[in-house]
């Protein structure tokens, strides 16, 4: 029976590994190629680890595959997050199909320039629809 689960972890985590690799050579742009790596391949990773240790049934063999998937688990997310970023940053372009770029907007927003000098404690003007009254922020005008 162990040999039957092994097998089929076995099988599942090189189709994932398959699926990473043809997201990679198939999809139209950088994040969407990462992001299908960086998914397919832990799925994969996972399960050729598990079906090794169940195929084994030795707990050091049991231990060390836990301890590496938690560990990819762990970091490679992190590090497709980490590249994506500075990809965006250095301004890698977006598929022409992307509908959202959430990121632009919060670019825009700190890019924009600040309401008055450096240091000033006068507070702005309400703005339409703003929650305040008489442009009292409640903070003195710090921070924008």
Known sequence: MSERISAALLVAGAFFMLLAGLGVLR????FMRLQAATKASTLGVGCLLLGAAIHFQD???TTRAVLVIAFFCLTAPVGAHV???????????????????ELRDQRRAAEKPPDGPAGSTVPRPAEEGDNT???DRGDA????
């Open 133 to 135: 009254r008489d442009g």
């Open 83 to 101: 590249i994506a970023r500075a990809a965006y940053a250095v301004g890698v372009p977006l598929w022409e199909g992307t509908i959202t770029d």
């Open 59 to 61: 707990l050091g063999v």
């Open 27 to 30: 999809l139209p742009d950088l």
């Open 141 to 144: 005008g710090i921070g924008g």
